[in-house]
């Protein structure tokens, strides 16, 4: 089982970058629970309704906005999990997520691939999600596989299952996924039963985890709600990752977007904790800024990486393990 160094713990040496001070990390803590419990957050599931009012939010129905106390908030933060384990087919690509830990992936998804025997542009086929997950195993810096692409060869209305069977099929390391919804996600979980060896044994070692995204700014569409409220009845992994965009989907400021970042992933984190108290979660983000010129997400800017280190140290302000988007 892979424990990795820790930058930014305090040794006697390495290199740490602390975005925010404890008092700056209090402001944002503050600054959401307002927004969730006043703005509230737009929840399109009737069964996430439900959920979210039995335990004493505010739930007006016709608009389906939720306001959420923030004392139902900061026990959902206190229930989950510190850590989670990212289980492989192989033991020997177990990882550990907790504290400042730090380990890498693939990201997903890629629209396009260059041939390698041809050099043709073109959409990416199955056999490519075969070749990048026998790559993926292969190379040591990566220490778990997400689906690098997605298949446009096959019928798309079952895209996410020949996806997971590709992938599941050829790495011995850990796969995480976007399933799409709550009924692929059951399907892809069957599938893992399968490889593992029955569903005692998946129960003690899920090889798969499950990734989903708010819809910026402030929604829980359904699909999103399924897959929290049904990964966490499976006890599998949910990334609750926010992809908002400062200046587009989010407010201009960085301050305000970690805010509304902030808001949608706690939200999800609270639903998975309220369908089962101490369901595993991540908190996620592949949040950035808006290029106001092309009206496109920009990565690889100073605005990213002081985002992407801002929300790792609110990951780590609430104990929570994180999954941050680098570029």
């Known amino acids: ?28 803590h503050c600054a959401t629970l307002e ?8 929840v399109e599931d009737r069964a996430a309704l439900d959920c979210f009012e039995g335990a004493g939010a505010l739930v007006e129905r016709e608009s389906s906005i939720v306001r959420i106390p923030p004392h139902v908030v900061e026990d959902a933060i206190g229930s989950a999990p510190s850590k989670v384990i990212l289980y492989g087919r192989n033991p020997k690509h177990d990882i550990v997520l907790e504290g400042t830990r730090v380990h890498f992936t693939n990201f997903s998804e890629g629209v396009m691939v260059n041939d390698p025997y041809t050099n043709e542009s073109r959409p990416p086929k199955k056999q490519d999600l075969i070749d990048s ?23 798309q209305r079952t895209a996410p299952l020949h996806n997971a069977e590709a992938y599941l099929t050829n790495t011995s390391k850990h796969c995480a996924f976007g399933p799409g919804n709550g009924i692929f996600l059951k399907k892809i979980i069957e599938m893992a039963q399968a490889i593992a060896g029955g569903v005692k044994a998946f ?39 926010s992809m908002a965009m400062a200046g587009g989907t989010a407010p201009v400021t960085l301050a305000g977007t970690l805010v509304n970042h902030n808001a949608e992933v706690l939200s999800g984190i609270t639903l998975a904790q309220l369908t089962r108290r101490g369901a595993p979660v991540i908190y996620g983000s592949s949040t950035t800024a808006m290029d106001l010129k092309l009206a496109s997400a920009s990565v690889g800017t100073p605005e990213c990486a002081i985002i992407s280190g801002a929300v790792a140290r609110l990951a780590r302000y609430y104990s929570l393990p994180s999954y941050v988007a680098g570029g």
Do not use: W
């Open 203 to 241: 129960q003690r070692r899920p090889i798969v985890s499950f990734t989903t995204c708010p819809v910026s700014p402030l929604k829980l569409i359904s699909d999103c709600c399924d897959i929290i409220m049904s990964a966490a009845k499976n006890n599998v992994v949910c990334n609750i990752l």
């Open 35 to 42: 927004v969730l419990n006043d703005t509230g957050v737009f």
């Open 133 to 155: 997950a026998r790559v993926i195993d292969y190379l040591d810096e990566i220490d778990f596989c997400e689906k690098a692409l997605g298949a446009h060869d096959v019928d």
């Open 1 to 28: 089982m892979k424990r990795n160094f820790q930058p930014g713990l305090k040794l006697s040496s390495g290199l740490s970058l602390n975005i925010l001070t404890d008092d700056e990390l209090n402001e944002i």
